[in-house]
């Protein structure tokens, strides 16, 4: 059996106490060399190497991850998209090590997180707040009472307790919800309250495990104006994994698209946004600014050339379509057209139909790729 | 038709036995039989204390076993047992022994799944803020589990109540015992209703206590 080699690692981890779940699951799994551990030179704030983790054994084996490196600097609002089994959860669970991971490390600070003993990861995870999807609340306290919770645990005296709760409440904006109880509470409210009990012991890191996924639109905008306030505020790393787009382009700075276990594109989000390489990348980009070709759908026939142009940033804001035209001779018929805005970054789409001479639409066209613009050509008038 | 005219003494008596046998055997009962659901729990595969998951198989099978076993061959399988403990075999004390017992593995059971019912991600977000297993059980399974726990007592004790009765049979007292040796065996039908009457209205209250305390930690 496969556990039976897996005690032998470093001499100072129990394999009987490291585990929380499964037996033959141990930590350091697959660490046969040394440990990394405190080494805290010029590294990001989480390292993850070589993560692997697989469920089961034998013939019903899933590869929830398949290796998967990611580098988190301090500070920064950190998203991972996928679709539903692309292993995003299982990602966030192995950071504080809600999965054990099966082979791979996890740094946190420098500390790898799979090397730990039972109660060293207790004290890690103390440095790790989390909030979930379905929220996950103590129904039988109240507010105060949840937020008092992470606190309550790590044995600090009531005198510390009180006045803390009623801090992170205010600063959560539920100060007049302490007596409630979470069944008294919307959906949103009880996400301030998770946030709240997540930020107890003043961690480093914020984990949100698809924290809006069972928001409506409105309350997803606050929840996640919410976790940009408090990053802020208090100097936190934050990931986050969802399956909407929308909550990437709102509040992340970096992004990792995961799919069948492995990261298959990472990085600023308005790079990734503007120029996704990856077929699911682009899919996602795809569900947000609803790019698919309308002007195929509705059956529109071009008369001219039909481009879509996508700027970014300051070309967002220049008149350079109403420039082109009065330099060219093109007329241009604005079929669809829309700005987003990514972290502030003003980012837009427009679907036009140029007419005119054939030379002088390539005139035009040319002058639109000179403004650093991405010009795609969709589709020419037949007799053109 | 003319009523018994000792009637009233004999069911006072018997009365105060069945409570007697009742009320101590159900403390005794929720006080080792919601640990051993802990236990239950708690030592599951994948759960907080899951990789000490044969103490799970074989609790899962003496529980199974002592409750397939009827309950009056029960009181008389483990009667050395019961002589050991309280020095005799016969009276209300002696019958507290079998009742606790059989009890015990029953409320375990019940116990068992009260707690079950705790979602689980409620116990991850325990555990993702640095909980012990100690600390889960204690703060976060007994507490939000508490209304179906006190469910599973109430069924617990209206189920020693019925118990007890079977128990009277074979020596223990109380108004079970009365019911059949004056109301079946002598004719008594007055001492039969009587002893119906009162275990009904226990019956009755011991419920709507049950489902009164139930709903009031139902948040």
């Known amino acids: 059996m496969a556990h039976s080699i897996q005690f032998i690692y470093s001499p100072d981890t129990r394999p009987d106490l490291a585990c929380d779940r499964f037996l033959e699951e141990t930590s350091c799994a697959g660490n046969t060399g040394e440990p990394i551990r405190g080494v805290k030179a010029k590294m990001a704030l989480i390292e993850i190497y070589k993560l692997t983790k697989t469920y089961g054994n034998g013939k019903g084996t899933v590869e929830a991850l398949r290796g998967v490196n990611l580098s988190i600097e301090a500070g920064e609002i950190f998203g991972v998209i996928g679709l539903s089994g692309a292993g995003k959860s299982t990602l966030i669970r192995c950071l504080n090590r809600l999965e054990t991971p099966t082979t791979g490390q996890v740094l946190v600070d420098g500390q790898d997180l799979t090397c730990l003993s039972d109660s060293e990861l207790r004290l890690a995870r103390r440095e790790m707040g989390m909030i979930f999807q379905h ?6 306290r109240t507010v105060a009472g949840n937020v008092a919770f992470p606190m309550e645990i790590a044995g600090q005296p009531k005198s510390v307790v009180k006045p803390r709760v009623e801090e992170l409440l205010e600063l959560v904006g539920l100060a007049d919800k302490a007596k409630a109880y979470p069944s008294q509470l919307s959906g949103g409210q009880k996400q301030r309250v998770g946030i709240a009990r997540a930020l107890a012991n003043n961690p480093k890191v914020l984990l949100c495990d698809e924290a809006t996924s069972a928001l409506d639109p409105q309350t997803t905008q606050s929840i996640l104006a919410l976790i940009q306030d408090v990053k802020n505020r208090l100097g936190l790393t934050v990931v986050l994994i969802t399956h909407e787009m929308k909550v990437i382009t709102e509040i992340c700075d970096r992004v990792a698209v995961m799919e069948d276990g492995v990261v298959v594109e990472s990085g600023p989000v308005i790079d990734v946004f503007t120029r996704p390489r990856h077929p699911t990348s ?90 650093n613009l991405t010009v795609e050509v969709l589709a020419n008038d037949p007799d053109a | 038709m003319t009523l018994t005219p000792n009637m009233f003494p004999m069911l006072q008596a018997a009365s105060w036995e069945t409570f007697y046998m009742v009320s101590v055997s159900s403390l005794l009962t929720a006080l080792f039989g919601i640990p051993l659901g802990v236990v239950l729990v708690a030592t599951r595969k994948g759960h907080i204390l ?3 998951w044969p103490v799970n198989a074989v609790l899962g099978a003496i529980i199974n076993a002592t409750r397939s076993v009827p309950f009056i061959i029960f009181v008389v399988a483990i009667i050395p047992l019961t002589k050991f403990l309280v020095g005799s075999s016969i009276g209300p ?6 009742l606790t017992l059989a009890a015990i593995v029953f409320m375990a059971r019940l116990a068992e799944s009260a707690i079950l019912e ?29 209304p179906g726990l006190i469910q599973a007592v109430t069924i617990t004790v209206i189920n020693l109540i019925g118990y007890s009765a079977m128990a009277g049979a074979v020596g223990g007292g109380g108004l079970g015992d009365l ?41």
Request: aromatic share 10%.
């Open chain 2, 179 to 219: 019911g059949i040796r004056y109301g079946y065996q002598r004719y008594m039908w007055d001492v039969m209703l009587a002893t119906v009457l009162i275990l009904m209205v226990w019956v009755q209250v011991i419920q709507s206590l049950g489902d009164f305390l139930s709903k009031k930690f139902r948040r």
């Open chain 2, 118 to 146: 705790v979602p689980h991600g409620v116990i991850e977000a325990a555990q993702s803020a640095g909980a012990t297993s100690w600390q889960i059980i204690w703060h976060v399974l007994l507490p939000e589990a508490r």
């Open chain 1, 135 to 140: 929220f996950n609340l103590l129904s039988s």
């Open chain 2, 50 to 52: 899951g990789r000490i």
């Open chain 2, 93 to 98: 004390t002696a019958v507290i022994v079998p």
């Open chain 1, 282 to 371: 682009r899919s996602f980009v795809d569900v947000v600014i609803n790019q698919t070709d309308s002007a195929e759908t509705i059956g529109y026939k071009p008369k001219g050339t039909l481009v879509r142009i996508l700027f970014i940033g300051e070309a967002a804001q220049e008149p350079m379509i109403s420039s082109m035209i009065k330099r060219f001779r093109v007329e241009s018929n604005i079929l669809q057209g829309r700005i987003d805005h990514i972290k502030g970054t003003a980012f837009g789409t427009l679907l036009l139909d140029l007419e005119g001479e054939p030379s002088d639409r390539r005139q035009a066209l040319r002058y639109l790729n000179s403004l």
